[in-house]
């Protein structure tokens, strides 16, 4: 050290101010019909090796944030006891998968400073929702400071599509009746039962990305004219195709489509009208199951009757039932007579049950949880399929 080293008169260094540098967090909405495949599609990206630390919030409709997690299939080996409405799950890669009840600003915040922070944010609205009013208010608050050394700002909205259902929900009319929630013994079943379907057309209109799914499932005329009606309703949206949400990340994450045209987005979301013509197309094909246990035979006959006859067992196809029975989406948990956990996923007549591993069978009650959303779910499905359950 040179001698005079103390004499010496300190240079300023230049430096950026760090204390105020942000960092920008962008966040993705992903919105899309009631059992489109958006699970399927998180759970690629949380599985996938891309480098990024991911958090992923999913924001399921009433009480099934746990079938939800389980149905994305994420066990945490290193935090088998996670538990609760915020369950927060890392993940090998680096991602965070955590299902929360609020999808505002305020919990993702929260989970920011409990995680730290995250290269990007993907946020899951539930099937029935508008995404909207939640890009709204992820944009109009882009400035929104954290307080934790970085903002959240919206990168774009992605709408998974149904390519089989997808044009049949277009069409239907839409609105939402009140969901009644009703437990007995050890099982609980969830009815939501709607007034008429969704709002498809809505989240097309409100998205920047169409991921149309299960390609898989249909023919090329049934494609194109899927397609076709997507682009009347929202005619700058890139459509892509997919089967099982295998998609390149670049097509959906880091869009930036807000800061390019938010002015059109606004317009979008808030102004657009749409017309919702009513029509009843035949019915697509069913898929057969074998089933042995007797509890998810039970149900799995039970199923049959619901979901492809639309009744009851205990009226017949031509007795009528009270109100009409149409279940659109069917999603839950139960445990066979042999202790072994199932997982059952229904989109409107396609509907599968399959077996889970005991590590990824964490807070499934003792018989079952299972909700359903469609139309005319009334007491007597409730007292019917509890009855399947219990019997
Ligand atoms: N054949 C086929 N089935 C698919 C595809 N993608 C998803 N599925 C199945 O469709 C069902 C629903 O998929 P999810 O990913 O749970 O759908 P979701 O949109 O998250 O459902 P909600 O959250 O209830 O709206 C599951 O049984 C999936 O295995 C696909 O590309 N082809």
Known sequence: MPADFDDEIPELIEHDDVATEVKRVPLTIICGFLGAGKSTLLKRILTEKHGYRIAVIMNEFG???DIEAKAINVSSPDDPNAEGSEEFLELANGCLCCSIKDSGIAAIEKLMEKKGAFDYIILETTGLADPGPIASMFWHNEEFPSGLGSDIALDGVVCVVDALFGQKQMEED???????????????????????????????????????NKVDLVTADQLSSTEALIKRINPIAPIHRTVKGQIELHHILDLNAYAKAPELNEILFNHQRLAHPHRRLRPPH???????????????????DVLWDNHIPEQTATSGSPAELNVLRC?????????VHHVLQAVRNIYEISELDAAQS??????GKIVLIGKGLDEPVRRSLEKVLTQ
């Not at 964490?362 to 018989?367: R, V």
């Open 63 to 65: 009480d099934t944030a």
């Open 286 to 304: 069913r898929r057969p199951r074998r089933v042995h246990a007797l509890r998810a035979a039970r149900l799995d006959a039970w199923l049959r």
């Open 331 to 339: 999603k839950g948990a139960f445990t066979t007579e042999d202790g």
């Open 362 to 367: 964490l807070g499934i009650p003792d018989i």
């Open 174 to 212: 839409h609105g939402t009746g009140r969901p009644e929630y009703r437990g007995k013994f050890e099982v609980h079943i969830l009815l939501l039962s709607l007034i008429a379907t969704l709002n498809p057309p809505r989240q097309i209109a409100g998205s920047d990305v169409i991921v149309l």
